[in-house]
């Protein structure tokens, strides 16, 4: 394990449900971050908190909704998803600021139906 | 914003030969280029670094080029094994969270 891990691993939801995604890293570190990886696309920036605070929202749909309650959880709320939402959903930390690596986390397979 | 292209999306090497794979970034203050391997069915993970004070940085086989000036940098694997098979992303930052990746090169090394 890398410290970053994120539940669930595989999440099968109908476009009206209503889920959550978890993270969560004991690796002391500041900032956390949600991406989203479809097929041959690059890796999406969606979130990033630092010190629990949203410093970036990259013009996510208001379906994704996320929440920091501390430097260690992070979690992504979903409601009224699309079929085009199926992706993996990595979550990732870092040392404050982006000038170390990320820690990924091994990401959540949802599959909208 | 910054956009990061990588290139080739798809790279077949024998085993033994060496692989390079290519990426350019768009902003200028971009100071942090880290290379990720994402093996099938597996969380991505940093296999090596750059700052831009650096021109070229080396960990056994593997090594990463920086050009500043032309604003593109490069991963080379030499002496490419089975394992190496994974999808590599390059990315760029300028240190304010905004961590920028590449679609990602398919690397398959051939027994």
């Known amino acids: 394990e890398t410290g970053v891990t994120q539940t669930p691993r595989h999440l099968v939801m109908g476009m009206t449900n209503k889920k959550s995604l978890k993270c969560e890293q004991h690796l002391g570190h500041n900032a956390m971050y949600w991406y989203k990886q479809s097929a041959k696309k690059p890796l999406e920036l969606m979130f990033v908190y630092s010190l629990e605070e949203r410093v970036e929202n990259n013009s996510v749909p208001s379906r994704f909704s996320p929440e920091c309650p501390n430097s260690s959880h992070l979690f992504l709320h979903l409601h009224t998803l699309q079929p085009e939402d199926s992706a993996l959903y990595l979550c990732a930390s870092s040392p404050l600021g982006a000038n170390y690596g990320y820690t990924f986390g091994s990401g959540t397979r949802l599959t909208v139906v | 914003g910054e956009n990061v292209e990588q290139h080739p999306s798809t790279l077949s090497v024998q085993e033994g030969d060496s692989a390079v794979i290519k990426c350019t970034y768009s902003d200028s203050a971009s100071n942090y280029f880290p290379w990720y391997k994402q093996e099938l069915g597996k969380r991505p993970q940093l296999i090596i670094d750059i700052r831009s004070n650096v021109g070229e940085k080396k960990d056994q086989r593997i090594a990463v080029t920086l050009n500043k000036t032309a604003k593109h940098f490069s991963l080379h694997i030499t002496e490419t094994q089975p394992e190496d098979s994974a999808v590599y992303f390059c990315?760029?930052?300028?240190?304010?969270?905004?961590?920028?990746f590449g679609a990602g090169t398919r690397l398959t090394v051939k027994p």
């Open positions: 990315a760029a930052s300028t240190g304010n969270n905004d961590m920028r």
